[in-house]
């Protein structure tokens, strides 16, 4: 699928610039569980929510239990050098990425001796 601006996060300086495609494929896991929030958020910014109420949403669909929580092993391909990733960084390089719940850095091992986050 292609990825628009406001599937970034509810600060993020790029949120609603129309320029941002993102090339974006999920593996399974990633298809079952990020992609519906990839969904919902669409759905609500279709609808004309402005971006605080549009994340109250998505906080409520969680709640409700009409958004599951990130499976194991979610991930996504962004192999696409034409993708558009936003003004600051324009055309971005080919990688992956790995979905993880939100938790601490301290507890991924964030400034840790010998850690590379």
């Not at 601006?5 to 949120?15: M, Q, R």
């Not at 990020?34 to 609500?44: F, G, H, N, R, V």
């Not at 994340?55 to 009409?66: D, L, S």
């Amino acid at each position: 699928m292609v990825e628009r601006s406001w599937t970034a996060g509810i600060d993020d300086p790029d949120f609603w610039n129309p320029k941002l495609r993102g090339a974006i494929c999920f593996n399974a896991p990633a298809a079952r569980t990020y992609l519906p929030l990839t969904i919902k958020k669409t759905e609500l910014v279709l609808a004309g929510r402005l971006r605080a109420l549009m994340f109250e949403g998505i906080k409520f669909a969680f709640g409700k239990t009409k958004l599951s929580p990130l499976e194991s092993g979610a991930m996504c391909y962004m192999m696409s050098k034409r993708s558009y990733l936003g003004d600051h960084d324009g055309h971005w390089h080919s990688h992956l990425m790995f979905f993880v719940p939100l938790t601490n850095a301290a507890a991924r091992g964030a400034n840790s001796p010998g850690s590379q986050f």
